[in-house]
């Protein structure tokens, strides 16, 4: 069966720039991308926005549905925001998730953010406020009801300096797959080392 990889970037972020090409400079992409042209794996890399939590769902889900009428298996891939978003559409859709130093509580991360004005990597204006904060309770929820159903594998990073990763260890470690990696940051600087990993899941 032909192998597609949707990948959700993290929050205030993206994965390709204003004219649709790929942010190459982000080393993990590159990465992912030389590694899904090289094993003819599908990477589709859309930029998400997290302030309508529901939309962006229903949007992957449709994607989902292309890919699967045209043969694919998908896999859900994501980093920080986007971890939790791909742990989330695998519980929906009965597909595996990779989750790269993942949020496991949007609720407690994001309110930090509020005030936030401008996407980091394009320049796009917005605004993040309390109540696109709140919207992911009802999900966190959902997620805890329905965990022990999930395939995931987790990727850590140690010295994430945003997130808590003994915190995250400690959550999965009965349920997943869990690769930590020694130093390392919030953006992840061990894909390449990751890939064997990858590889495994994508291709068991």
Same mark, same amino acid.
């Given at each position: 069966?032909?192998?597609?990889?949707?990948?959700?970037?993290?929050?205030?972020?993206?994965?390709?720039?204003?004219?649709?090409?790929?942010?190459?400079?982000?080393?993990?992409?590159?990465?992912?991308?030389?590694?899904?042209?090289?094993?003819?794996?599908?990477?589709?890399? *859309?930029?998400?926005?997290?302030?309508?939590?529901?939309?962006?769902?229903?949007?992957?889900?449709?994607?989902?549905?292309?890919?699967?009428?045209?043969?694919?298996?998908?896999?859900?891939?994501?980093?920080?925001?986007?971890?939790?978003?791909?742990?989330?559409?695998?519980?929906?859709?009965?597909?595996?998730? #990779?989750?790269?130093? *993942?949020?496991?509580? *949007?609720?407690?991360?994001?309110?930090?953010?509020?005030?936030?004005?401008?996407?980091?990597?394009?320049?796009?204006?917005?605004?993040?406020?309390?109540?696109?904060?709140?919207?992911?309770?009802?999900?966190?929820?959902?997620?805890?009801?329905?965990?022990?159903?999930?395939?995931?594998?987790?990727?850590?990073?140690?010295?994430?300096?945003?997130?808590?990763?003994?915190?995250?260890?400690?959550?999965?470690?009965? #349920?997943?797959?869990?690769?930590?990696?020694?130093?390392?940051?919030?953006?992840?600087?061990?894909?390449?080392?990751?890939?064997?990993?990858?590889?495994?899941?994508?291709?068991?």
């Amino acid at each position: 069966m032909k192998k597609a990889i949707i990948y959700l970037h993290g929050f205030n972020s993206a994965s390709i720039d204003l004219d649709g090409n790929l942010l190459t400079k982000k080393e993990k992409l590159l990465v992912l991308q030389t590694f899904c042209a090289d094993h003819d794996v599908l990477f589709f890399t *859309p930029n998400i926005d997290y302030r309508d939590f529901q939309n962006l769902v229903e949007d992957m889900l449709y994607e989902w549905n292309q890919f699967l009428d045209q043969g694919y298996e998908v896999i859900f891939m994501g980093s920080s925001m986007g971890g939790f978003a791909s742990e989330y559409l695998a519980m929906k859709t009965g597909s595996k998730a #990779i989750m790269i130093n *993942p949020v496991i509580s *949007p609720t407690e991360l994001l309110p930090q953010f509020i005030g936030v004005s401008e996407n980091l990597e394009t320049g796009q204006p917005y605004e993040w406020n309390q109540l696109y904060c709140q919207q992911y309770h009802a999900y966190e929820q959902e997620l805890a009801n329905h965990s022990q159903s999930i395939d995931r594998t987790i990727l850590l990073d140690r010295a994430d300096e945003l997130l808590d990763v003994e915190k995250t260890s400690l959550k999965y470690q009965s #349920i997943a797959q869990v690769i930590v990696f020694e130093a390392g940051s919030h953006s992840f600087e061990h894909m390449r080392q990751a890939l064997p990993v990858v590889e495994k899941v994508i291709f068991p």
